[in-house]
């Protein structure tokens, strides 16, 4: 079983940074690649950032240049460094670890972490 947990969200003003972390702990394979998805009210979840275990990254476009991923696969952990937020950033972030076993991917989420930005 896999536990996923994320912190660092907050309320923050236009133009301010914040920090989310990601811990995967459990029964880990292989993790194949962990990522960063958020949700707005009435909207889809989509993906913002992606981490792989080859260490390519992959970013959606309305935040290339102000968010970055990072991580430190030994200890299966996954940051979002987000800087220049901007109202349309608020949503609930999710954390995803996608693991590999044998030749199947599970994906696991964590609860989410609330990002608020307000002027």
């Known amino acids: 079983q896999v536990q996923v947990v994320e912190s660092g969200g907050g309320l923050v003003q236009p133009g301010g940074s914040l920090r989310l972390s990601c811990a995967a702990s459990g029964t880990l394979i292989v993790i194949n690649a962990m990522g960063w998805y958020r949700q707005a009210p009435g909207k889809e979840r989509e993906r913002v950032a992606l981490n792989t275990r080859d260490g390519s990254t992959a970013y959606a476009d309305s935040v290339k240049g102000r968010f970055t991923i990072s991580g430190d696969n030994a200890k299966n952990i996954v940051y979002l460094q987000m800087n220049n937020l901007k109202p349309e950033d608020t949503a609930v972030y999710y954390c995803?670890?996608?693991?590999?076993?044998?030749?199947?991917?599970?994906?696991?989420w964590g609860q989410g972490t609330q990002v608020t930005v307000f002027s």
């Open positions: 995803n670890v996608d693991v590999l076993v044998g030749s199947t991917v599970y994906r696991h």
